[in-house]
């Protein structure tokens, strides 16, 4: 696959990730889901604005560079996200979360983990592909 059309994917992966992270924590608002500190800043640093630079940096001479932290943030999203929804026992785990915010917390859920790991795999291909 070319270098440039993986990167056009990429940045749609990731735009696609900010809309449903977006609609996730809408959902985590409704069902009354808090996040404490670390977890919040974790969101804000590695889910939503180390992607966002990523992308940015495709386009730019360092390119590597958002190879490398594309693949990095969207690995480290999908673990977070896969632990503390899937795994993990508390308040963010989709089994306890009840009412009527349950199916988008749990559909939300279930998308961001789809396309963090499209991310993932998006980026680890450029990274192979991009050269200095």
Do not use: C
Request: proline share 2%.
């Amino acid at each position: 696959m070319k270098t440039q059309r993986l990167r056009l994917i990429a940045l749609f992966v990731v735009i696609v990730h900010f809309g449903v992270s977006l609609i996730h924590g809408f959902a985590h608002q409704g069902a009354g889901v808090a996040l404490d500190v670390f977890d919040s800043a974790y969101v804000v640093i590695i889910i939503t604005l180390a992607p966002l630079v990523a992308a940015a940096l495709l386009f730019t001479r360092l390119n590597r560079l958002g190879a490398w932290l594309l693949t990095l943030s969207m690995f480290g999203a999908l673990a977070f996200g896969l632990f503390k929804h899937f795994i993990l026992p508390g308040i963010d785990n989709v089994t306890q979360v009840h009412g009527a915010w349950h199916s988008l917390f749990l559909q939300s859920a279930v998308g961001i983990a789809v396309v963090e790991l499209a991310g993932w795999i998006a980026g680890v291909w450029l990274v192979r592909l991009v050269k200095d």
